[in-house]
Structures are given as C-alpha cells and as structure tokens.
C-alpha cells in the first residue's frame, strides 16, 4: 500500500532517492518494516478484518433496531452471521499477535519514532479489541462475568468501540510513513459495503421457508379445526419434536411435560383414541369421509396434524412416532397468536427459529450450538432485547 515520492518533494539537503525507494512523510528514505512473507499475513488480517466489520457493523445494527422498536429483527441469517463473526475473531487472534510482535521486532528501533509510537497504539487496541471478544464469549467450564453488571457492559461498548479507534489510528500509523494507496483503501471499503447489502438482503430472506410444504387443499387442511399455521404449510414433525433439545436446559420442566396430561394428549391416550375412532367411523358413514376429527386434533394432535400426517392415508395411529408426541414442548412455545376465543384451537402457530446446529447429532456441532444460545441470551440481556427463540 506504499507509493513512490518525488525526489522533489525532499527537503533541501535530502539524499536523492533512486528510482524504486521510497520516502517517509517527513522526506527521509524509507526502508519497508513488513517482509515478504509478513506481507502474506497482512493481506489474511485485512480480509479477516474486513469480514469483522461487515459482520459487526450489521450485528450491532440490528441490536440498535431492536433496542429502539422493540420489535425482534433477530433471525436465522442473524445467527448464522453471529456465529461467524465469533469464529473469524477467533480465527484472528493468533495470526494477529504473531504479526504484532514480528512487525514490533523489526521496526521498534526505527528513527521515525511517532510512527513507532502508532503503530505500538494500534497493536495494543487491537489486543484490547481481542481480549473484550473473549470476555464476551465467555465458555462454559470458564470464568463468566455475570449478565447485565458493568462489567460486561463495558466490554461490550469496548468491542465495539475500539475497532473504530483502530481504524483512526492504523490511517494515522500509515500516514507517518509513505503516503496510502487510497485506491486499495477505496476497494477494501467498496468490498466491504458490497458484502453488508448482500448481507441486508440475506436478512430479508427466511430459510424455513424454502423448503415449505402444504396440502394440496390448502389452509382447508385444518378444517373444521380453527388452528392455522403461519403460512398455511406443514411445520416439520422434527420441529416439533424437540423434547429431548429442551430437557438439557429445562429438566424440571421436562419432567413436569413427560407425567402431564399434555404428553398423553394424543393417540397414545387409549380413551382418546377410542373417542376419535369413534368420531372417524361415524363421520364416515354420515359424510363419506372423516374431516371431522380434525375438529380435535387442534388440540389435541398438533405434531401429526401440524406437519401433515392427516393427508397420508398410511397414516398409522399406533406405531408412527407423531402418534405419540402430544403436545410437545415446541407446540405450546411456537404459538405465536390467539385469534379468537372462539375455542376450538382458535390460534396460530410458526415454525421457531433455532439456533445453528440445533438438529445435529454431532457432539461437537451440539456444543456449539449450545455455547451460541448462552452468548446471546448474555447479548440481549444488554440492550434489554427479548430474542424469542427455541
């Protein structure tokens, strides 16, 4: 990022420079402090940088929305985009540090002493920028700084704040030496604002809508229930079928399900069941099919009525899994409306929004997913921001 100085612009006295050298700004020569290979480094920390502040300028942005409307902007995109701006940062560190110390070792003996100076600032911000990441983060098995104190308050104002005096002091630590190439300045920063409005178009995207399914007939499928989805499709038996995710975080209330008339609410109920294929046989023969039933199965049968099993002929009442499910723990929290109080499941329900990985089996995903849930309910206790997730 250096450019070449007229030999005219030396002071008088000045050794002329040859074609090639470069000058500092107060007209000496300048002899390049960051090697070949440092150089290599350098362009990782720029992009990785890069990549920070997009991610961070429109996390920080969204918090901001949401502490002013009280309305939660927070969604899947969002926390995919947490998750990597976390793992980036931490990605960062190490080659950061080692760059910081070869840089210090090569150039703190330099004449131009405030570029020294800078450049000693910039390093130390960088590592306060590092070390408020960390506090934040906060692992299990970890020391933990205690939500909502001031403590971890002013981390976060600091994680936030300090990147924007890095950038003030890295233009002045550059500034010190050969003039910037603002042009590679100017692509950075295009680069950088290119990926925030793909970033505001991702948001506006849903992924649980994507691969969406619905009956053929519609938000009639529901009839003569008054239960309606969001969207009028399936939500996904798995969806539905958390209890298990649930039970790490909420025992107590696990426990309280599993014995309740909730779990048993459903064709694992022998009254229950006895009750509907009783209504089925008779709706049968009165009107030549057995919609009817669907008028209990609002309540009582969410998971194989929510996700589509009343359209599948095969559909067994003993032995498929949905049968047994109840009234799970995602279909009392997922219920985002009561229409009416007419009765009779007069309410609405959405697919929740879950945290990455929620659905692996994979010990190690699960780990993550779980260190991602606690983050952010640390986050939002911050700006007070209620993040209504599952």
């Known amino acids: 990022m250096n450019i070449h100085h007229s030999t005219s612009l030396a002071p008088a006295g000045a050794t002329p420079a040859r074609s090639g050298q470069l000058r500092d700004a107060r007209g000496g020569l300048y002899e390049p402090a960051v090697s070949p290979r440092l150089k290599v480094l350098l362009f990782f920390i720029f992009a990785s940088v890069a990549l920070l502040g997009a991610t961070g300028a429109y996390l ?105 005096a890095a950038v003030a002091l890295y233009i002045m630590h550059r500034r010190a030496g050969p003039d910037i190439q603002w042009k590679w300045g100017y692509v950075w920063g295009g680069v950088v604002g290119a990926f925030v409005v793909v970033m505001i178009l991702m948001h506006s995207y849903d992924p649980r809508k994507w691969y969406a399914k619905g009956s053929a007939e519609g938000e009639r499928y529901f009839e003569p229930s008054k239960v309606r989805t969001g969207d009028g499709k399936f939500i996904s038996e798995t969806t539905l079928m958390m209890d298990q995710y649930c039970l790490k975080c909420h025992a107590d209330a696990y426990q309280g399900w599993f014995h309740s008339a909730h779990h048993f609410s459903s064709f694992n109920n022998p009254p229950y069941k006895f009750s509907v294929d009783e209504t089925r046989e008779i709706s049968l023969k009165r009107d030549g099919e057995v919609r009817a039933s669907r008028w209990c199965a609002g309540c009582h049968d969410p998971v194989p009525f929510f996700s589509g099993q009343f359209d599948n002929k095969d559909f067994n009442e003993i032995d498929h899994p949905t049968a047994h499910a109840g009234i799970t723990c995602t279909v009392c929290h997922a219920i985002t409306n009561i229409n009416s109080t007419a009765g009779n499941a007069d309410y609405t329900i959405e697919e929740p929004l879950h945290y990455p990985f929620a659905y692996s089996d994979n010990p190690v995903l699960q780990w993550i997913n779980n260190q991602l849930k606690n983050l952010l309910e640390r986050v939002s206790s911050l700006g007070g921001i209620l993040l209504h997730l599952s």
């Open 60 to 164: 920080v942005a969204i918090r901001m929305m949401e502490w002013a409307k009280s309305i939660t902007y927070t969604n899947q995109f969002t926390l995919w985009m947490f998750l990597v701006h976390i793992a980036v940062g931490v990605v960062l560190i190490v080659p950061f540090l080692v760059f910081g110390f070869s840089h210090y070792a090569t150039a703190r003996h330099r004449k131009n002493r405030l570029a020294v100076k800078l450049g000693v600032s910039l390093f130390v911000t960088g590592i306060m920028v590092g070390i408020s990441g960390l506090i934040l983060i906060q692992l299990e098995g970890l020391p933990q700084i205690p939500t909502g104190t001031w403590s971890r308050s002013l981390a976060y104002f600091l994680h936030v704040l300090a990147p924007i």
